[in-house]
């Protein structure tokens, strides 16, 4: 089993630079892959990043290519999301997940409890 713990949302202008952390433990955190997913109010959960656990495959949603950017390190048992250039579209509950590398929330077995993020304008 692995057990998520997300930090590091807050309040950000426009613009602004927030960067996530999700501590996990649990003894496989290093085979997992890792996603970082957002949900806004009434919205789906949407995909934001994900990172395979060798770190040799990433990935971006579209709305986040070229802003965003994830890591790990396995031997901090931590995966990071840098956000940069952030907007009020940005604004969600950020969730962090482990499980296979994919788009889709079915392919993530474990996830946090999420961080809010709010981008002012």
């Known amino acids: 089993q692995v057990q998520l713990v997300e930090s590091g949302g807050g309040l950000v202008q426009a613009g602004g630079s927030l960067r996530l952390s999700c501590a996990a433990s649990?003894?496989?955190?290093?085979?997992?892959?890792m996603g970082w997913f957002r949900q806004a109010p009434g919205k789906e959960r949407e995909f934001v990043a994900s990172i395979s656990w060798r770190s040799s495959i990433t990935d971006y949603g579209e709305s986040v290519k070229g802003r965003f950017a994830i890591n790990r390190d396995n031997a901090k048992n931590t995966v990071y999301l840098q956000m940069n250039s952030l907007k009020p579209e940005d604004t969600a509950v950020y969730y962090c997940?482990?499980?296979?590398?994919?788009?889709?929330?079915?392919?993530?077995?474990?996830w946090g409890q999420g961080t809010q993020v709010t981008v002012s304008s």
């Open positions: 997940a482990a499980g296979s590398i994919g788009r889709t929330p079915a392919n993530y077995a474990y």
């Open positions: 649990g003894r496989t955190f290093s085979r997992s892959s």
